[in-house]
T-cell receptor
Framework: DAKTTQPDSMESTEGETVHLPCSHA???????IYWYRQVPLQGPEYVTH???QNTTNSMAFLAIASDRKSSTLILPHVSLRDAAVYHC?????????????FGKGTKLSVKS | GGIITQTPKFLIGQEGQKLTLKCQQN?????MYWYRQDSGKGLRLIYY???????QKGDLSEGYDASREKKSSFSLTVTSAQKNEMAVFLC???????????FGAGTRLSVL
């Protein structure tokens, strides 16, 4: 899996819309962009994923650059429950899907 | 929906001790994984299993054994606990060929 780069931390206030960036300049054509988040004392939780088109679900909106070299996870109207470490990772669509490389991620803090 | 259950939640061992961590999933997923997470670092793959009785080494398999006794369970053994070792061991599962992983809450290991 190719490498991703994320800021170590970001701060926000309840009710704001948060943009979490991820750089993946060496992404290959068959790699999906996945986002997971992790709160203390829990394992990572799936948030969303995409290949080329922007995607949206109940948790977040994923904006993918047209050249796919970067993406942004957008969290609308964050609450205290959204405070977590957010991991951006790349996964191949074919072959073995076993190896999954997580980096340190971005620690999102939310103030009331 | 399903759940992944890891036992025990907390494990305290002695240096040199053999320690076993257990993981059960009721998603009926084919593939199961063991990851290690150290404080301030990302996840590293220890072992994974594509199906019952299959075992594949990850990047961090030295010092560990694993066993996939049946489809729903995957055990990890620390063959000789290292003094002052502290880490979280995360179990995950997925459908083979699908890239979305579902994680357990983790087992927190401390070695005295």
């Amino acid at each position: 899996d190719a490498k991703t780069t994320q800021p170590d931390s970001m701060e926000s206030t309840e009710g704001e819309t948060v943009h979490l960036p991820c750089s993946h300049a060496t992404i290959s054509g068959n790699e999906y962009i996945y986002w997971y988040r992790q709160v203390p004392l829990q394992g990572p939780e799936y948030v969303t994923h995409g290949l080329q088109q922007n995607t949206t679900n109940s948790m977040a909106f994923l904006a993918i650059a047209s050249d796919r070299k970067s993406s942004t996870l957008i969290l609308p109207h964050v609450s205290l429950r959204d405070a977590a470490v957010y991991h951006c990772i790349l996964r191949n669509s074919g072959g073995s899907n076993a190896k999954l490389t997580f980096g340190k991620g971005t620690k999102l803090s939310v103030k009331s | 929906g399903g759940i992944i259950t890891q036992t025990p939640k907390f494990l305290i061992g002695q240096e040199g001790q053999k320690l076993t961590l257990k993981c059960q999933q009721n998603f009926n997923h084919d593939t199961m994984y063991w990851y290690r997470q150290d404080s301030g670092k990302g996840l590293r793959l220890i072992y994974y299993s594509i199906t019952e009785n299959d075992l594949q080494k990850g990047d961090l398999s030295e010092g560990y054994d694993a066993s996939r006794e049946k489809k729903s369970s995957f055990s990890l053994t620390v063959t000789s606990a290292q003094k002052n070792e502290m880490a979280v061991f995360l179990c995950a599962s997925s459908i083979w060929g699908k890239n979305t992983l579902y994680f357990g809450a983790g087992t927190r290991l401390s070695v005295l």
